[in-house]
């Protein structure tokens, strides 16, 4: 925990298979901070695939057997995955699991797999097959083999969490950011808005396309960056299109969503990455209260209408287009 100044604490954690950190400001409340990190670590030991003992693994591995009773908050955002799977008619796929583990992404098996092994792997994959019973909070997937991934989700709901306990505990000014999922809670202390970078996809991390300026909003971006391998010349990055069983290849780089809940927008982010500028737009566009940002690989900006009033395009090499 470093505590530099007064009134000002941060802490950095590895959690959610990536680097968190958790700033919070006008405040030394040690204790509420680590109620937060505590949450996100809870949030981790249920629903993480890496973890045999998860509640996520748990349903995986009786894939076909049995119904696995959940906590709730596993069977909420497994219920928002399913939700944002059935939104994006597939786009967005809660049982992508089984391609990832094809490809190994991340892994130091990563590989380009055969034709057939996709096909036959993508056949795991539909998301109706997850069954979900309220009433006595269980989860059943149908089928073998089948595999629930909340990779694109579960920091949104993380970053949800961590705001919650923070503001339960009177901290009204922070920076949450799960590995790149970000909140901005309350203002600066100087009573400003929040500058919040947009990853530039084809430079170094860290190096900003353009600022955000925003208060109590979640920033999320999905972009070919974060995971990838190179084979060939060719980039294999971590987002598949569970169409094609591919990683998303449709001319985006990069998206990011501005929105209240950053569950919301780390689904979303995903949704649009796959289905691409025109549908992804179309579907921001159907709901309330978010807007986004999509960087293609023809070097194009291309924003909703609100976000000129609170993004500044600062990377020439990049213009603006509006929706
Ligand atoms: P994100 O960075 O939020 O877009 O999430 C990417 C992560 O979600 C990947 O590392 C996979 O674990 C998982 N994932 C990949 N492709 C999909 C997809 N089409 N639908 C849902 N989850 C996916
Ligand atoms: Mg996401």
Redesign the pocket.
């Known amino acids: 925990m470093n505590n530099n100044k007064v009134n000002k604490l941060k802490i950095d954690f590895n959690a959610l298979?990536t680097i968190n950190q958790i700033e919070i400001f006008n405040s030394n409340d040690e204790s509420a901070l680590k109620k937060a990190v505590h949450r996100v670590y809870e949030i981790d030991d249920k629903m993480s695939?890496f973890n045999k003992d998860s509640e996520v693994s748990r349903i995986n591995s009786s894939a076909g057997k049995s119904v696995q009773p959940v906590s709730s908050d596993t069977f909420y955002v497994v219920e928002r995955?399913k939700y944002?799977?059935r939104l994006?008619k597939g786009?967005?796929?809660?049982l992508?699991?089984p391609?990832?583990n094809l490809w190994g992404?991340?892994t130091k098996d990563a590989r380009v797999p055969e034709g057939y092994e996709i096909e036959s792997t993508i056949k795991l994959i539909n998301y109706e097959d997850i069954i979900l019973n309220k009433e006595d909070l269980t989860i059943k997937l149908l089928n073998e083999k089948q595999c629930i991934?909340?990779?694109?989700?579960a920091?949104?709901y993380a970053a949800d969490e961590v705001k919650r306990i923070l503001l339960s505990n009177n901290i009204s000014s922070a920076l949450i950011d799960l590995g790149?999922?970000i909140y901005a809670l309350g203002n600066k202390i100087d009573g400003g808005s929040w500058n919040i970078g947009v990853q530039d996809p084809l430079d170094i991390r860290g190096s900003s396309i353009g600022i955000i300026q925003i208060k109590n909003k979640s920033i999320?971006?999905?972009?070919n960056y974060?995971?990838f391998f190179i084979k060939d010349g060719v980039r294999y990055h971590?987002?598949?299109?569970?169409r094609t069983g591919r990683p998303?290849s449709n001319g985006i780089i990069s998206?990011t969503i501005i929105s209240d809940y950053s569950m919301d927008g780390?689904?979303l982010?995903?949704?649009c990455?796959?289905m691409g500028l025109l549908e992804g737009y179309e579907l921001i566009n159907s709901i309330k209260g978010i807007d986004a940002i999509f960087i293609t690989e023809d070097n194009k900006v291309y924003i909703t209408p609100r976000i000129r009033d609170y993004f500044i395009l600062i990377d020439n090499k990049y213009t603006l287009v509006n929706l």
């Open positions: 298979g695939v995955a944002y799977s994006s786009a967005f796929n809660l992508i699991r391609l990832i992404i991340n991934d909340l990779g694109a989700i920091k949104g790149g999922n999320v971006t999905s972009g974060e995971r971590h987002i598949i299109d569970p998303s998206v780390d689904g982010s995903t949704c990455y796959v």
